[in-house]
């Protein structure tokens, strides 16, 4: 069992830059593969951001590439989101995610969820 819980969340204006972080309890921690989603009002929850449980591999949402980088920690069992260039657009609950199998891209993947953090981005 793995719990996840997002922090870093908040306003910010346009062209800004945050910093997401979500700790996860749990022993296995460095075994799981780890993904960023984020769900805005009125749509599906979706892709953002991806890493491999080694670190060696990231892949991104084409939306967000360039602009946005994942990290994780193993040693703090924590997944890092550096969000940076924020756009209007990029206004969302974000949810970090664990997979035992090494996650993807499609959220049915992942068996684990977090709560979920506001990020709210302004002109």
């Known amino acids: 069992q793995v719990q996840l819980v997002e922090s870093g969340g908040g306003l910010v204006q346009a062209g800004g830059s945050l910093r997401l972080s979500c700790a996860a309890s749990?022993?296995?921690?460095?075994?799981?593969?780890m993904g960023w989603f984020r769900q805005a009002p009125g749509k599906e929850r979706e892709f953002v951001a991806g890493i491999s449980w080694s670190t060696s591999y990231t892949y991104y949402a084409d939306s967000v590439k360039g602009r946005f980088t994942i990290s994780r920690d193993n040693g703090k069992n924590t997944m890092y989101l550096q969000m940076n260039s924020l756009k209007l657009e990029d206004t969302a609950v974000y949810y970090c995610?664990?997979?035992?199998?090494?996650?993807?891209?499609?959220?049915?993947?992942?068996?684990?969820w977090g709560q979920g953090t506001q990020v709210t981005v302004s002109s």
């Open positions: 749990g022993r296995s921690f460095s075994t799981y593969g």
């Open positions: 995610a664990a997979d035992v199998a090494g996650g993807g891209q499609s959220r049915g993947k992942y068996d684990y």
